[in-house]
């Protein structure tokens, strides 16, 4: 049997390119279209995804793939260097582990509505925004990707299941 496809027996042949589409801040109608496949599909095979990496959310499997180097490949989006808040950090760092807002908000001691802000803070400086992105599914993806590409984040070694 040709297992030359898998990576460590987790990822498909499409994987790394819905993966990379949602790197880029795509939404998945976008990535359909990009790569010719009906929407329901795509849908089905990053939720599929998710559950085999265990991921929270299209961000969470995002960041397990720069973790696990899968992404490493992907040639950075040039960005100018920008600071990020420390507090800025913990919440990157905490979506990027594939918590929600809600949870966020607990781990920090915050409200729901000031972690919000700081989202919508690291999207603006790390110029996420496109038009006709869904903000908050397409923007998280896409700053969780760029953090790790700026070294905002450092992909630590996690281990394949």
Same mark, same amino acid.
């Given at each position: 049997?040709?297992? !030359? ?7 498909? /042949? ?17 990535? !359909? !279209?990009?790569?010719?496949? @009906? $929407?329901?599909? +795509? #849908?089905?095979?990053? %939720?599929? %995804?998710?559950?085999? +990496? ?11 793939? $720069? ?11 040039? &960005? @100018?260097?920008? +600071? +990020? ?6 919440? %990157? ?29 690291? $999207? ?5 925004? &496109? /038009? ?5 599914? !397409?923007? #998280?993806?896409h700053a969780i990707a760029l953090a790790y590409q700026h070294g905002h984040l450092i992909p630590t070694k996690e281990q394949s299941r």
């Amino acid at each position: 049997m040709n297992r !030359a496809w898998a990576v460590h027996g987790v990822l498909r /042949p499409y994987d790394l390119m819905a993966l990379a589409g949602l790197a880029r801040g795509r939404s998945v109608q976008e990535i !359909a !279209a990009a790569i010719g496949t @009906p $929407y329901e599909t +795509l #849908r089905n095979r990053i %939720l599929r %995804l998710r559950q085999r +990496l265990g991921a929270a959310s299209c961000a969470h499997a995002v960041a397990i793939a $720069y973790r696990r180097g899968w992404l490493s490949g992907l040639t950075a989006e040039p &960005r @100018p260097s920008v +600071l +990020l808040s420390a507090r800025q950090r913990q919440v %990157l760092a905490l979506m990027a582990d594939g918590l929600t807002n809600r949870q966020i908000a607990t781990a920090l001691g915050i409200s729901e509505d000031t972690t919000g802000t700081h989202a919508r803070r690291i $999207y603006a400086v790390l110029e996420t925004s &496109r /038009p006709g992105a869904t903000p908050a599914k !397409a923007a #998280r993806c896409h700053a969780i990707a760029l953090a790790y590409q700026h070294g905002h984040l450092i992909p630590t070694k996690e281990q394949s299941r």
